[in-house]
Nanobody, 116 residues
């Protein structure tokens, strides 16, 4: 399983960005896909995840601003980030939890910088 994330960049406070992650390999719609982030000097934390049925889970800090979605036909997961704040600055990682292989897979991170 390989994950390829894209879409990071520099944005002003209040702006929007959309992250995308494409998974390849042995993927099942039952696998949980999600986004994590790690800010400088902090631990990696869950941003949002989604299961095949569409059930989602968000960190309190992003509720109402971020939306996670997935396309099981393309094995992709996206994170729409609106009303970005400087504290959202971090490296964002895509993750897939494989029930088949009983392990987590991580993509390379993509940097999101929110600054004026």
């Amino acid at each position: 399983v390989q994950l390829q994330a894209s879409g990071g960049g520099l944005v002003q406070p209040g702006g929007s960005l959309r992250l995308s992650c494409a998974a390849s390999g042995t993927i099942f719609s039952s696998d949980v896909m999600g986004w994590y982030r790690q800010a400088p000097g902090k631990q990696r934390e869950l941003v949002a995840d989604i299961i095949s049925g569409g059930s989602t889970n968000y960190a309190d800090s992003v509720k109402g601003r971020f939306t996670i979605s997935r396309d099981n036909t393309k094995n992709t997961v996206a994170l729409q980030m609106n009303n970005l704040k400087p504290e959202d600055t971090a490296v964002y990682y895509c993750k897939l939890r494989s029930d088949y292989f009983v392990r987590d897979y991580w993509g390379k991170g993509t940097l999101v910088t929110v600054s004026s």
